[in-house]
């Protein structure tokens, strides 16, 4: 299941101290850093862009709005941050990040060569690279023809992501706020939905309770047909609908959290089956546990029914500043790890050919310690209005 990335990312972005206090952003480069040495790197480059920002945002809170963004970071010394648009828009940009040095990225080559110059005097450098398997061609290019003339480039994305997976306190903390958020959006669909509301009035009541609650960002998909997949809302029409599969996510202080519920009036089997899936799933989860294990645990139980094609190769994943963090270290592929938060899915196909209305979808939140997992949200939580 892919979320759809939004055209243009709106809503306030900017760095609040209170939140994200300037000691998380300074552990988590000194832990960079760390890695950078183990590395024998010099340097890193860090890209992102408005659809996907996690690693950026990691490092600098900074969320790229108008074009593609880059944190230069120097072995030692002060962070550089390259950003699209106009001069004019640097002091817009100073708001969303603790960097100080934030300058246009003008000519990128130009750019990114006279920063090398300034913090790697020495001969071939190795310069790290993250998030860059993003990057269009044209600007990749033109960061590899600044690096290769006097240094060589080292994809690091894969150790740096591993840093990412494990969640500081703070970062626990503001995902349960975050999934507060999705709780009240969800109940808020639940009550619409109960009420005899349309399938897009439901999901604007969602959106609209998430706004309220505080969420800096929403999105809520629903059906188009009875028991169709959850979609991105694109016409006026406003009928109700039985079941409704229904997606919400919700960012909170930069924490994405995400929830899949399917709503009917009257009980379902398929429901019944996916809510089996989801539970079993829960009552395995723990360190070390790969994501094949539990699809595998998850397709024992909803049978007579299968996993839902659309799960069925994504029955979860880390969640954090990015809906979808990559779970692959260079110790555990594909696994649960301690100090992480995910989401995990179950979502099962009906038994009725292409009768759509026999399928179901359900979701957890869930933070991983070392001998305890914290269900953070949950469609298996009555209060959401589950049978």
């Known amino acids: 299941m892919r979320v759809k990335p939004v055209a243009l ?77 106009a001069s004019t828009m640097r002091s817009a940009a100073k708001r969303l990040t603790w960097v100080e040095d934030v300058r246009p990225i003008g000519d990128l080559k130009a750019s990114i060569g006279a920063w090398l110059s300034e913090v790697c005097p020495e001969t071939n450098p190795a310069i790290g690279l993250w998030g860059h398997s993003r990057l269009a061609s044209r600007p990749y290019t033109a960061i590899k023809t600044a690096i290769e003339p006097r240094g060589t480039i080292l994809d690091v994305s894969v150790p740096l992501e591993a840093l990412r997976l494990h969640k500081s306190d703070l970062e626990v903390e503001l995902s349960r706020k975050s999934c507060g958020i999705l709780h009240e959006a969800v109940s808020a669909l639940t009550r619409a939905f109960r009420s005899g509301s349309g399938a897009r009035s439901a999901a604007l009541t969602a959106e609209y309770t998430a706004y309220q609650s505080g969420a800096q960002d929403a999105r809520v998909y629903v059906s188009s047909h009875p028991g169709g997949p959850p979609l991105f809302i694109d016409s006026d029409e406003d009928r109700s609908l039985d079941p409704l599969l229904s997606y919400v996510a919700v960012r909170f202080a ?39 294990e539990l699809a595998a645990i998850a397709t024992k139980q909803v049978e007579p029914y299968a996993i839902h094609p659309l799960v069925q190769n994504s029955i979860g994943n880390s969640i954090g500043l990015s809906i979808e963090e990559p779970c692959e270290t260079p110790s555990a592929p594909m696994s649960i790890l301690s100090g992480g938060i995910y989401t995990l899915r179950c979502g099962v196909a009906g038994q009725a050919g292409d009768n759509t209305a026999d399928n179901a979808f359900v979701s957890a939140m869930i933070s991983v310690a070392n001998e305890h997992t914290e269900i953070l949200w949950s469609a298996l939580d009555s209060s959401n209005g589950m049978p």
């Not at 009257?266 to 079993?280: D, E, H, R």
Request: charged share 15%.
């Open 9 to 85: 990312v709106t809503g306030p972005y900017d760095w609040d101290p209170a939140a994200l206090p300037l000691r998380e952003f300074e552990s988590r480069l000194q832990n960079v850093r760390l890695l950078l040495a183990d590395h024998e790197a010099s340097a890193l480059i860090v890209h992102g862009n408005s659809s996907e920002y996690g690693s950026l945002a990691y490092l600098t809170n900074f969320v790229p709005k108008l074009g593609p963004a880059f944190a230069l970071i120097p072995q030692d010394g002060p962070v550089c941050l390259l950003v699209s648009g």
């Open 254 to 292: 930069g924490y994405w959290s995400e929830g899949f519920v399917t709503l009917s009036q009257s009980p379902s089997a398929a429901l019944t089956q996916a809510q089996k899936g989801l539970a079993a799933m829960l009552k395995c989860v723990r360190d070390g546990v790969t994501f094949d």
